[in-house]
């Protein structure tokens, strides 16, 4: 059980090889069901989500720090559904076309942010004052909470998941702590989770200088040297779409997910499940699983994702509206020398070193460009 402390995905994807898809942990009475394959996971948490809908009890996260109004952490009941809802609606695929404009500027930003400070840890920092800044929790979030509703009373808000909230108040029957915690547990959970998938994208462009130039290539074809991409150019840039869904693939940002309760006690193909026990889905391994992926599910090869005519096969992860213009962003400007770390950690890479420079002139005059052209939202 100690070597759970660092690697605990990859202890238990070595654990399923020598025993089973399906582990039972004990820690001093407490039970926790570990799911190793995406057959097991889907065929009890998602088969059966009525028994499988609750969380475990978090005294410190939840019920402290969180004030019981965690959504991700919430037990199953009707305030959940009612955060759940509200969240749904306000980050649905028609929704999110609203957040276009403010995720394109956010993209060039950091792109232009990467030349002019060169290094990745400029991700890395956003990423720890951004958390410093939401462990002050609540007060924080009422601020950036109230200064939306003022926006809104004077018309000049921008689209934004807390804008939602506060256009349908009525429709969802949250109150304003409830809003504004769910506010900031939204932006904290992507924040995270996107800065994760940035670090491992440009790493994967490191080690994997052959992608990086395939999609460098699909850039210059599709969008040319004379502009950035945008949206309006996914559908158009299927290898791009693919490295970005192998990225999710080969490091997922959550390795374990979120915890689930069994609400009730269960069998799973002749084992137990006992009420309450915690139940895990190793998102890590289910996503190396070769019973899905082939033998070379742990190598990163985007291509898995591509049909036989190279255009993007149907999947699970839906990249078109997260991280499809930062991504390709970065993918105009760098041509990266390195020298890594191969000791790879599946939350965070370990740190490392690249180089970030303009692959042709024409890259800076653009985003230059580009950025003025936002002055003033």
């Not at 962003?329 to 000791?343: A, L, N, Q, S, Y």
Request: charged share 25%; net charge negative.
């Amino acid at each position: 059980m100690s070597q759970l402390k660092n690697k605990k995905w990859l202890f238990s994807s070595d654990c399923k090889g020598r025993f089973s898809e399906v582990m039972h942990l004990d820690a001093m009475g407490r039970q926790t069901i570990i799911f190793n394959s995406l057959k097991s996971a889907f065929n009890v948490l998602e088969r059966r989500t009525g028994n499988y809908s609750g969380r475990p009890r978090f005294i410190m996260a939840q019920e402290i720090l969180n004030e019981g109004l965690g959504v991700i952490l919430m037990d199953y009941g009707e305030l959940w559904r009612r955060l759940r809802r509200a969240a749904h609606d306000a980050v649905s695929r028609t929704t999110v076309q609203n957040y276009h404009p403010t995720q394109t500027k956010e993209a060039t930003v950091l792109v232009s942010s990467l030349l002019e400070d060169p290094q990745i840890d400029i991700i890395c920092k956003m990423e720890e004052e951004a958390l410093m800044r939401a462990a002050q929790r609540y007060d924080i979030f009422l601020r950036l909470f109230d200064r939306v509703r003022a926006d809104i009373a004077t018309g000049g808000e921008r689209p934004s998941f807390s804008a939602s909230l506060l256009r349908n108040h009525d429709r969802y029957h949250l109150s304003e702590p409830e809003m504004t915690f769910l506010s900031g547990q939204m932006y904290i959970a992507g924040f995270e989770t996107t800065s994760t998938t940035l670090m491992w994208w440009t790493l994967a462009m490191v080690a994997f200088p052959q992608v990086q130039r395939r999609a460098q290539a699909e850039l210059d074809a599709v969008v040319g040297r004379s502009r950035l991409p945008t949206f309006e150019d996914a559908p158009h840039l299927p290898y791009v779409r693919a490295v970005v869904r192998e990225v999710l693939r080969w490091r997922p940002p959550v390795p374990f997910g979120v915890p689930h309760a069994a609400t009730e006690d269960d069998w799973y193909e002749g084992m137990f499940i006992p009420k309450g026990a915690t139940c895990l889905a190793n998102i890590w391994q289910c996503n190396h699983d070769r019973a899905i992926f082939g033998e070379d599910a742990d190598d990163f090869r985007p291509e898995r994702h591509l049909d036989e005519g190279g255009e993007l096969l149907p999947g699970p992860i839906e990249t078109n509206q997260e991280g499809h213009v930062s991504l390709e962003r970065e993918g105009v400007v760098p041509d990266t020398d390195t020298f890594i770390d191969t000791e790879f950690l599946c939350d965070h890479p370990t740190p490392y070193d690249c180089r970030i420079r303009p692959r042709f002139p024409e890259v800076v005059s653009i985003l230059s460009e580009e950025r003025e052209r936002f002055k003033g939202d």
